[in-house]
């Protein structure tokens, strides 16, 4: 190789060229991971959205045997406020055959077994479920037909989860602070 | 493109040009392009679907000088563009009217390679960029339906985004990174409007990758044999451009009959109630060219397991030139495969009438018969079931075995043949001998 090119510049130490190549290499994609970040997190939540963070609400506004739908984090919250019936129902099912075992009495808060406090969306594709609809009596999901019982629970369809239970806690006795 | 180039410039300004930029050159050479002879109208669906990506830019732009891309407003500027707006109701209608109009062509464009089999090599690649532009048409298309902002807008998107959800692990946090939020709100209208304007220029983009893949083999055609001579052709420019200007024309007619007087057969009435985030509409369906994928979203009882025969049913078209094993192109010889293919559209259709009705309507009014795992067998879910099992059997096992088994007929020696000769006349050992398969 050096004698076919004969009087021209000799190469000089091949490892010292590849150490080039590759501290260049490096240094470009840290530069390129390095500003993607910045465009990729753009799109997640911005400050003031996240800030949505919390509610209060008085349960006593509902009526037995009623549900009311509030807007939490910007999505449905449903309130219900159950009749001994559908408490019953619930509790009688606690050991029946679910997708997503659950008893009625951890979705709720110890002696408040009347009120029901769920985030609306159903856990399939993100619909928001009707009150009293479905064989169980609890809600039915227009979307794909997910039917859910008394306590929230899916029963049928092919949402995979129950009704998902926020955080939540009583300020007063009809007070609630969810988030 | 491909080719040598006939074009001499003559002159002097064109001699400069040509050896500057040679556009003309470029040109030219489109045009004359040799195009085999043989093309029926199932070919013009390419210059109709490029003449159709240019009427969705141009009535796009105007519709977005007067649209607003927020929570608050978006609703409103699309009721100020149909009522204040000079002839705004006339581009909106054209939008809104292109955008079916223009999955009807893709459609028949599609189902025209799958017939005479133009996905096959050397057009591969071809194929798989063609698959890419309607994955991204799908996908600009649900940006834009997203953008009136009313409430089969909201929870469309709402759904839509939650499928990527159904992902274990990861899908929750790129759901809420593709939103922006808790949920579905502006700020997710706002990325989408950003996105709904992007993604035509990089489809056009993929349309110049399309129409450069083509250019390399040069067009398949109804018989599926290769082009032999140069008798086996006629230049693109007058034959081609005439003809495609003529189906254009005739396009353009359904086109018109749909913007006048039935701009709004193919929208969602729920769609003129503002988005609600908590009121999800009664019924809630896709646009009509979405329904068979809805419908197998929605035949399988399981969410995740859903979600990847959504993804599987999508993907099948890019595994296609590689499931199909039978070297003869054109279904025109395979009378077994033309039975097949045609199953398969009635299985597409089938599909999307179950994707517009709810899973539990019956087929067969007022007949109960008995209810297997979840719904009636007499339901709209179990017919999807029934047609989603075929529409998965003619990718799996259908495409790749009979290739392997079926005898086709002879096919034509030459493109010339069949043209002047008639087929019943055609001289003895006229046949290709396809039959007879190494």
Redesign the interface.
Known sequence: MAESVAGEHVEPDPSRRDFIHIAAIAAAAGGVAAIAWPF?DQ????SD?LA?SSIEYDVSKVALGQQV?V?Y????LFVRHRTPAEIQKAVADDHADMKDPATDESRVKPGKAEWLILI??C????????FGGGDWGGWF?????SQYDTSGRIR?????KNLAVPDYTFETDTKIKVG | MSGPSTYEPKTAIERWLDARLPIIRFGVDLMEFPTPKNLNYWWTFGGILAFCLGVQIVSGIVLAMHYDASGAGAFNSIQHIMRDVNYGWLVRYIHTTGASMFFVAVYIHIFRGVYYGSYKAPRELLWLIGAAIYLLMMATAFFGYVLPWGNMSFWGAKVITNIVGAVPVIGPPITTWLVGGFTVDSPTLNRFFSLHYLFPFIIAAFVALHVWALHVPGNSNPTGVDVKSKSDTVPFHPYYTVKDGFAIALFMIVFAIFVFYLPNALLDTDNNIPANPIQTPPHIVPEWYLLPYYAILRAIPDKLMGVIFLALAIGNIFALPWLDTSRVRSMRYRPQAKIYFLFLIIACLVLGYCGAHEPDEKIIPHLTTFTLIDYDVNSSCWLSRVAAVYYFLWFWLITPFLGLRETPLPAPESISTPVLSHPAAAPAGASAAPEKKG
């Open positions: 990729i799109m997640n939540p911005a959205t949505l739908t807007l984090r910007k999505q449905p609306g969306v856990t399939h594709l993100g619909c928001t479920p009707t999901c227009p979307c794909h037909g049928k369809g092919p949402a995979p």
